[in-house]
């Protein structure tokens, strides 16, 4: 069973940084991707950073630069470093794993119950 379990998230102010952690099953060690997603109530899902079970990373480009993710294998853990955080990241963040793709608008896609972030400025 997928179990993914997200904290870090706060208050901060803007400029600052927050690391979020999603604590994963073992089942989904076989997964092709985990990825961290982001959304406003009322809003769209946007998907933030993935990362492949290859190793391969992406980004959106409102967080390039500023965002890193990375995987503790051991741990099974997914990370998110956050750094001179904006107002607009304001969002709940999710940690989420696909057994098969990075597809954005795939079904398959299972989800943590959220971290919040806030960023005042």
């Known amino acids: 069973q997928v179990q993914l379990v997200e904290s870090g998230g706060g208050s901060v102010q803007a400029g600052g940084s927050l690391r979020l952690s999603c604590a994963a099953s073992?089942?989904?060690?076989?997964?092709?991707?985990m990825g961290w997603f982001r959304q406003t109530p009322g809003k769209e899902r946007e998907w933030v950073a993935i990362?492949?079970?290859?190793?391969?990373?992406e980004y959106s480009d409102s967080v390039k630069g500023r965002f890193t993710i990375s995987k503790d294998n051991a741990k099974n853990t997914l990370y998110l470093q956050m750094s001179s955080l904006k107002p607009e990241d304001t969002n709940m963040y999710y940690c989420?794993?696909?057994?098969?793709?990075?597809?954005?608008?795939?079904?398959?896609?299972?989800w943590g119950q959220g971290t919040q972030v806030t960023v005042s400025s």
């Open positions: 989420a794993s696909n057994p098969s793709t990075c597809d954005w608008d795939s079904g398959s896609w299972s």
């Open positions: 990362r492949k079970r290859s190793g391969k990373i």
């Open positions: 073992e089942y989904t060690r076989g997964h092709w991707c």
